[in-house]
């Protein structure tokens, strides 16, 4: 690979902080030092001036940032991307993708994460959360990239009995012992617990359990639309985030997608255990499911991230839009300009997803 100097750049070095004039060297692909000129001579010994770089970049007028962090996606739903449009999310999912993800096979869920990772990386993702079908695929196509990932399990099957969910401990066993901390630790791999609705109240508790056994996290969706919440009340009678607690599923890391409609007890809940609320403001609009609370959520010191959800509900990968949109949207909901503010969109997108990842 080449040696590569970006001269004069200018650098976000933490939320609202930029240092104007900095140079990057990059060897062989691994970013060496980032600093003045002065900077880079004192605690490097390397002097730009009589350094030899195979590639010199005119950083002026140019910006560097950390990479984004998208931390809830199906990144293999590139594949349906303006498949079912104008759909509420139980109409899409249940009559239209489930359908259609069954008659997937591993090399198209292979080939879709890897357009995935191409569309995330050149709009600036450089980590991911997913949860998703026949995952060693996914995670074949996250080891050739090179791009960071947690990637979530899911262990749930069908029962012998009718209506009954059981786990297959010994694939998710597998699944982690081949590829947690893989490719020296760019890896992730959670549990994935889908929902509190396609899982039943045994299975919840067993999957939790079996998440602490590993010393591992978990992946949900909580509280994405009403009719999930009137789902739980009528199947569990609590709330998925009461039945989340129940389950002991809040016990282990938890990345909780969506989070739109909670009350002021359950954020206070979010911020007790530690869970993570991702926020994917254009797949709740597109799906018309709703406008997550997450001024409230980060006034409660919730740790909020952000997420493009599968492009199937996008119907792009592109962190910045969620951050455009994510910035403007609860400004104009709430009639209050000083909500959600740059510095926090930016910190959700970055540092806050990556506490979320593992990373």
Request: hydrophobic content about 40%; overall charge negative.
């Amino acid at each position: 690979m080449d040696n590569i100097l970006i001269k004069d750049i200018d650098v976000l070095v933490e939320s609202g902080v930029v240092i104007k004039g900095i140079n990057i060297i990059v060897e062989d692909g691994i970013f060496k030092c980032i600093g003045t000129a002065e900077e880079i001579l004192k605690n490097k010994g390397l002097d730009i001036g009589s350094c030899k770089f195979d590639t010199v970049i005119d950083g002026k007028n140019r910006f560097a940032m950390p990479g984004l962090v998208n931390a809830h996606s199906h990144a293999a739903m590139v594949l349906f991307r303006g498949f079912a449009d104008d759909m509420s999310l139980e109409s899409w999912l249940f009559d239209n993708i489930l359908p259609a993800e069954a008659r997937l096979k591993g090399e198209d869920i292979y080939w879709g994460t890897s357009l995935a990772i191409c569309e995330m990386i050149k709009s600036g993702t450089t980590a991911f959360a997913d949860m998703y079908l026949q995952m060693d695929h996914v995670a074949r196509a996250v080891h050739e990239a090179g791009i960071r990932a947690n990637l979530a399990k899911d262990s749930l099957v069908q029962g012998k009995k009718q209506n009954t969910k059981t786990l297959d401990k010994d694939s998710v066993l597998e699944y982690y012992k081949k590829w947690h901390n893989k490719d020296n630790g760019r890896i992730k791999v959670f549990l994935e617990i889908h929902s509190v609705y396609l899982y039943d109240e045994p299975s919840l508790m067993e999957a939790a359990a079996f998440a602490k056994e590993l010393g591992t996290g978990a992946h949900i969706h909580i509280l994405e639309t009403l009719t999930e919440k009137q789902t739980s009340l009528d199947k569990y009678g609590i709330n998925p985030i009461e039945e989340s607690i129940k389950c002991g599923i809040f016990d282990v890391p938890t990345i909780a997608a969506h989070c739109v409609h909670l009350t002021d007890e359950d954020i206070q809940k979010l911020k007790q255990y530690n869970v993570t609320a991702v926020h994917n403001p254009s797949s709740n609009l597109k799906l018309g499911s709703g406008i997550a609370r997450i001024p409230d959520m980060l006034k409660a010191g919730v740790n909020v991230a952000l997420g493009t959800d599968g492009a199937g509900s996008n119907n792009n990968l592109d962190m910045f839009e969620e951050m455009h949109l994510a910035g403007l949207l609860h400004k104009g909901y709430n009639m209050n300009a000083e909500l959600v503010k740059a510095d926090e969109v930016i910190q959700m997108a970055t540092v806050n997803g990556a506490r979320a990842l593992g990373f």
